[in-house]
């Protein structure tokens, strides 16, 4: 893929440069705004279950504990689906243009959604189970297929900045604005499990509206066009991630550390739910208001860390701020809320600011992003293939580790095998070398190694 300014349909007087939209110099490209908006839109509908839906199908099989690691098993299937999700998101999209893929991430959300629904009716955990790995394809092909439009368009120079953009509006929807929508309408709708299964469909409805945005609001040209080399088969280019993966040690770091980044954080939300609403006496209401305030810390700084990451290097930033700093921030989202009086009001507002630690400094990964793509120029679109492979795996690795170390660990076992993870990161972010061009100037010769695949 290549990078090219937005167009802004003005035309400059002769002898001046043109003049840059003001959203382009935040680094979020001009062209695509509405396209920002929509999934911002669209991760809230998909965000709107994140915080309830492991109890949600725990009940529907009865509750217990045992139904409560049955509930991790199938949503560790959903993250599988997710993982494979994402990586077709970033090779479709080379190879048939963003805006379809983000057409077909819709169809399968809102099918399988429906899907789902119907299958907690049955009491069948193969039906519950197989819908709801076949609706995890949706929400990744949706919006990491504007990911790679949007590093088709953005000036390299602004990458990490427009990466951080993507995951304001990213994690805007899934938890934070999904988890208030969750937290509105449950009560509303009847509370408890009835509560919870029409807010589910109502979820449906903001889904669509946000695909709507999105659909209807862009009109970039990228987004309609093949953005992998002509020549290349349809199997090289779906199979070219893979590839570089296997060719180029780099991308296989980073790529490795992307899927330790937000990990924790789809962990968490299948072991707090339980342990903050019920053992430690705040209710499901506090603990979506929980989730809301932790991650509207995240967005606040995703684009502050990606524009920090332009500007100190965007490897240093991951590895202080992403990596170092989410593991004591996770360690202080679950110790505190352990140390503080179970349901005492202080207790909670500690809590909420200790989660908020982590949640900020999660932002610090944001630069993975520009830095993929940048290990090898000559494959952005392999290489983006894989970044958003990592980042839809996080919720396969975040629910696998729970799934595997809860039987015999405890949730204090997976807290700490996640911190674990998060020092594998550290050692791998010593092999990113990278030519970042805001600090080292234009590239002077092919930075694409014999790493890259032929």
């Known amino acids: 893929m290549s990078s090219v300014p937005s167009e802004t349909g003005a035309v400059p007087a002769p002898g001046t440069a043109p003049r840059e939209p003001f959203l382009d110099r935040l680094g979020l490209p001009h062209a695509l705004r509405w396209g920002f908006l929509g999934v911002l839109v669209f ?23 045992s139904m409560i690691n049955l509930a991790a098993t199938i949503i560790t299937m959903y993250s599988l689906a997710v993982l494979v999700g994402s990586y077709l998101a970033g090779a479709l999209s080379d190879l048939w243009g963003p805006r379809r893929v983000m057409a077909l991430g819709f169809a ?12 907690l009716e049955t009491d069948s955990s193969f039906l519950v189970g197989s819908a709801y790995f076949l609706r995890g394809f949706g929400f990744p092909l949706f ?23 993507f995951y304001v509006m990213f994690t805007g929807g899934l938890p934070t604005l999904g988890s208030l929508v969750a937290a509105f309408l449950i009560p509303r709708l009847g509370g408890d499990f009835s509560g919870e299964k029409w807010t589910m469909i109502a979820s449906t409805v903001i889904v669509a509206i946000g695909f709507c945005i999105a659909w209807f609001g862009v009109k970039e040209r990228h987004g309609s066009i093949r953005l992998a080399p002509e020549g290349e088969s349809a199997g090289a280019v779906i199979s070219s991630g893979l590839r570089l993966t296997f060719t180029n040690k780099r991308i296989a770091m980073g790529f490795l550390t992307r899927l330790i980044n937000t990990a924790p954080e789809f962990g968490m939300f299948i072991i707090l739910p339980n342990v903050i609403a019920v053992q430690l006496g705040w209710g499901q209401s506090r603990w979506l208001i929980m989730t809301a305030v932790v991650y509207a810390g995240n967005i606040l700084f995703n684009a502050a860390f990606g524009a920090l990451g332009d500007k100190v290097g965007w490897v240093r930033t991951v590895r202080w701020f992403g990596i170092v700093g989410s593991a004591i921030g ?17 207790g909670f507002v500690v809590s909420v600011a200790a989660g908020t630690v982590f949640g900020i400094l999660l932002a610090g990964f944001v630069p993975l992003g520009a830095i993929m793509p940048a290990i090898a120029p000559k494959h952005t ?29 405890g949730n204090v076992g997976v807290v700490w095998a996640f911190v674990l993870l998060y020092a594998c990161a550290f050692t791998m972010t010593f092999f990113l070398k990278v030519h970042q061009p805001s600090l080292h100037g234009p590239v002077e010769h092919d930075a694409d190694s014999a790493e890259s695949p032929a």
Request: proline share 4%.
């Open 143 to 165: 919006a990491f297929a504007f990911l790679v439009w949007v590093n088709a368009v953005v000036d390299k120079r602004r990458n990490g900045a427009a990466v951080g953009w």
């Open 108 to 119: 399968v959300w809102v099918v399988f959604e429906i899907a789902f629904l119907l299958a």
């Open 330 to 346: 996770l360690l202080l989202w679950w110790y505190v809320p352990h140390i503080v009086p179970a349901g005492s009001d202080w």
């Open 381 to 409: 679109g392999a290489a983006m293939a894989m970044y958003t492979t990592a980042a839809g795996g996080a919720t396969f690795l975040g629910s696998a580790v729970v799934a595997i170390v809860r039987p015999w660990g």
């Open 43 to 65: 991760m809230t509908g998909n965000g709107v279950e994140s915080n309830f839906v492991s109890p949600h199908i725990a009940k529907a099989f009865g509750g217990g504990d």
